[in-house]
């Protein structure tokens, strides 16, 4: 995503700046002090998100912000001050966000991960870790040749993204990786879940490097990876309920929860 920062106050727009700066999503980002320059900028080089003060000299960040918004329709507004009192006008303006100063790295992330999920609603698949394990695309449940598919899956989702050999998943599925028959049959659910993942069109998710498997998951749209992410959801106790192997990452769960 390409950024932009805007506060006339040098110190605050450094501290904003490399606050925004410290988040993986943000590819670029330009900051100015001047609304003029910050307008001028966007013109020619059209952001995905923009940070404004609110309280500038001339002309102001919700001027700045209409501005922007009259000639960049997608670039998400997140508006940065010292005062409360400008909440309701900033919201007026259909603002994707609002912080309060002094903005933090972890203010700035929630903002972009709110942004994203605006962007990424279109999400076609949903995955439901907190209870239950559920897996939905395009609204309706996603249906499994075989309950050690769907338990393949899961956990895929549990290791948010880290490659996993077929030896550790028959530690987890029989607690048992000596079996070559249960290695045999792991590959049969691999290509189960391909041809399930690709009756929906999301088979791109699925990825293998050499002996490895895994998920990609930012082409998810997950409670768990959202609750890391952001501590929403709220954790009630319960995760993947139905697997005694997810017992481990409940057990993060509720330390991360207690702090």
Known sequence: MIAIAVDDEPL?????????????????VADFTSCEDALDYIKSTPADIAFLDINMRGMGGLS???????????????????????AIPAFKLHAAGYLLKPVSAKDVQIEIDNIK?????EKPLTVKCFGNFEVYAKGE?????RSKTKELFAFLIDRNGAGVTVAEI???????DEDQKNHNYIHQLFRDLRQSLEAVGVEDIFERNNYLYSVNPEKIDCDYYSYLKTGKPEFIGEYMFQYSWAEGTCGLLWERKSK
């Open 12 to 28: 605050m727009l450094g501290a904003l700046t490399k606050a925004i700066k410290a988040s993986e999503d943000i590819t670029a």
């Open 170 to 176: 028959g530690v987890a599925l029989w607690e048992n």
């Open 141 to 145: 449940k996603l249906t499994f040749k």
């Open 117 to 121: 999920g605006i962007r990424q609603k």
């Open 64 to 86: 700045l912000a209409e501005k922007i918004i009259g000639v960049c329709p997608d670039c998400k507004i997140v508006f940065c001050t010292g005062y409360e009192e400008y």
